[in-house]
């Protein structure tokens, strides 16, 4: 069974930086493509980050380009995503997608609101 339990939200000012994690078990993790997704309240599910099952390739929304950073180590199965100068507009749930790459928000290989996904991690930035 695949489990992907989130961590690392908080309360942060603009500006600020946090640095979510997101431990996989129960799938092969080194061979599985990884994505972050974002839901702000009343809004639906928006594709922020995607990483190459070894590392090398990586894509993001043009809204975090340059500003929030995937990454992923295989040895201890876990994904990260560090987000800086982060802005009001970036408060969401996020949440991070077993399996599905993104070349952009309408290019992916998988459904993102089908599959598999933590639970989530609230970021709300506010000053």
């Known amino acids: 069974e695949v489990q992907l339990v989130e961590s690392g939200g908080g309360l942060v000012q603009p500006g600020g930086s946090l640095r979510l994690a997101c431990a996989a078990s129960?799938?092969?993790?080194?061979?599985?493509?990884m994505t972050w997704v974002r839901q702000a309240p009343g809004k639906g599910l928006e594709w922020v980050s995607s990483?190459?099952?070894?590392?090398?390739?990586?894509r993001y929304v043009d809204s975090v380009k340059g500003r929030f950073t995937i990454a992923r180590d295989n040895a201890k199965n876990t994904l990260y995503l560090q987000l800086n100068s982060l802005k009001t507009e970036d408060t969401a749930m996020y949440y991070c997608?077993?399996?599905?790459?993104?070349?952009?928000?309408?290019?992916?290989?998988?459904?993102?609101?089908?599959?598999?996904r933590g639970q989530g991690t609230q970021v709300t930035v506010s000053s």
């Open positions: 990483i190459s099952t070894g590392g090398s390739n990586t």
């Open positions: 129960g799938f092969t993790f080194g061979t599985s493509a």
């Open positions: 997608v077993e399996g599905v790459y993104c070349l952009s928000g309408s290019l992916c290989s998988g459904d993102l609101s089908t599959s598999a």
